[in-house]
């Protein structure tokens, strides 16, 4: 059983545009929810991360949305560049246990 | 370095040969998780390893696979009579305690020929 749901499986976006990627939970517990990027041959780098007591979380050109009630929460790129080209992974997780990990969106931003 | 470090990067072995991943994680951090990456997929988690608890081991895919980590510090991973289907990059990432930030080590490639 997917624990995090992600889509979209990849996207496209023009450079400046918005990339938006979308993750949903069933696991109320879940309290601490981190946005990973990877690029090919590396490790997975951890990006940007919230916890449910807020429902924004802004570093730089990097947003998370973090909507409780509906167990969803959403990554969005602005000013998409070239070198955000990667493949994302949304997790989430609660104390003492495992990362769950969605599915991973592979993002190709377009000069 | 300061971050998470993996050994070797890369390990080619014979199908039936036995084969150990080694991972040593950020100063401190009392959480180590291990996780399979085949090409183009997402991760699968293996094994949780958390202080001086029980390990939760509920991700490994066979009795082939085991890990165990000394002194709450180094951790290996072990194959034993690798299949090619193993054949993946092996994630290790650490962090201060289950449910913080994760930090992850570069992989090591496996191959099995």
């Known amino acids: 059983q997917q624990q995090v749901k992600q889509s979209p499986q990849s996207l496209i976006v023009q450079k400046g545009g918005i990339s938006i990627i979308n993750c949903a939970y069933e696991n109320t517990a879940f309290d601490y929810f981190p946005w990973y990027q990877q690029f090919p041959g590396k490790g997975p780098a951890l990006l940007i991360a919230i916890r449910p007591d807020v429902s924004e979380k802004k570093e730089g050109r990097f947003t998370i949305s973090f909507n409780k009630s509906a167990k969803q929460f959403s990554l969005h790129i602005m000013d998409s560049q070239p070198g955000d080209s990667a493949t994302y992974f949304c997790a989430a997780t609660h104390p003492r246990n495992q990362f769950y990990f969605g599915t991973g969106t592979s993002l190709t931003v377009i000069p | 370095g300061a971050g998470v470090s993996q050994s070797p990067s890369n390990k080619v072995t014979e199908k039936g040969k036995d084969v150990e991943l080694r991972c040593d994680p950020i100063s401190g951090h009392t959480a180590l998780y291990w996780y399979r990456q085949s090409l183009g997929q997402g991760l699968e988690f293996l094994i949780y390893?958390?202080?001086?608890?029980?390990?939760?081991k509920s991700g490994l895919p066979s009795d082939r696979f085991s890990a165990e980590r000394t002194g709450g510090s180094v951790s290996t991973l072990t194959i034993q009579r690798t299949q090619q289907e193993d054949s993946a990059v092996y994630l290790c990432a650490s962090s201060h305690g289950g449910g913080t930030e994760a930090f992850f080590g570069q992989g090591t490639r496996l191959t099995v020929v």
């Open positions: 390893f958390q202080g001086n608890s029980a390990p939760d």
